[in-house]
């Protein structure tokens, strides 16, 4: 729905959790280390730039951060299907990026132990191959400062681009009908260094 807001802290550089249980309890009301803002708003279609170029998008969402390098006001296209969440695409307000196919970020329902795979090439910074492979790690109680949530749903996500022998893993917790309250990423050239974000307030108008 239009208006409404998540506002998260996000952590860069910082060590994240030596294991992660599968089915939880998982509890980020803290996090060591200073966080920088990043705020998400689903905004009118009519109101992001090169929505005509995503007709089947679901919603929209402007996403404002206001980390070092980040870009403001990206918006992101994705769809609701009766199989899952789909990303279509982003613009940052000049060019649209759409990748070959919308890719499924997220299945639905979510059922413990199902995989899928999703691939597309990026030119936006030198045409590389990103390939991703999801699983629905578990399900559990999780604990952030929105409160705590008893049926979280963790997927977890390994990412490889082929070109640059770069990869990395990241876990994103999602909440029914709150949407996805916690997101850490871990490249595999710097395992000790994580990016966390954590939702701190979620407003519908």
Same mark, same amino acid.
């Given at each position: %729905? ?6 998260? *802290?996000?952590?860069?550089?910082? #060590? ?5 249980? $599968? ?9 060591? &280390? ?15 730039? =090169?929505?005509?170029?995503? $007709?089947?998008?679901?919603?929209? %969402? ?9 870009? $403001? =006001? ?17 613009? =940052? ?25 999703? /691939?597309?090439? *990026? ?14 790690? &578990? ?5 952030? $400062?929105? &409160?705590?949530?008893?049926? /979280? ?14 990869? #990395? ?16 990423? =871990?490249?595999?050239? #710097? ?15």
């Amino acid at each position: %729905m239009p208006g409404t807001i998540w506002e998260a *802290d996000q952590y860069t550089g910082v #060590a994240g959790p030596s294991t992660i249980a $599968p089915n939880g309890p998982w509890d980020f009301t803290t996090v060591a &280390g200073t966080p920088s803002p990043l705020k998400q708003t689903i905004v009118d279609r009519q109101r992001a730039a =090169n929505a005509e170029v995503f $007709p089947n998008a679901t919603y929209v %969402m402007q996403n404002e951060p206001a980390g070092a390098g980040e870009v $403001p =006001n990206r918006y992101r296209y994705l769809e609701i299907r009766p199989d899952g969440l789909y990303w279509l695409g982003d613009s =940052n307000g000049a060019e649209p990026f759409k990748p070959e196919a919308p890719q499924r970020l997220l299945a639905l329902p979510a059922h413990p132990g199902e995989r899928w795979e999703t /691939a597309y090439t *990026d030119d936006r910074f030198g045409r590389v191959r990103i390939a991703s492979r999801y699983e629905i790690a &578990g399900c559990g109680p999780l604990t952030t $400062p929105l &409160g705590t949530f008893e049926r /979280a749903v963790l997927v977890k996500t390994e990412v490889t681009i082929a070109e640059t022998r770069s990869a #990395a893993t990241v876990y994103t917790w999602h909440v029914p009908g709150v949407g996805q309250v916690v997101t850490i990423s =871990n490249s595999a050239l #710097a395992p000790d260094s994580a990016a966390i974000v954590v939702v701190k307030r979620f407003q519908r108008p």
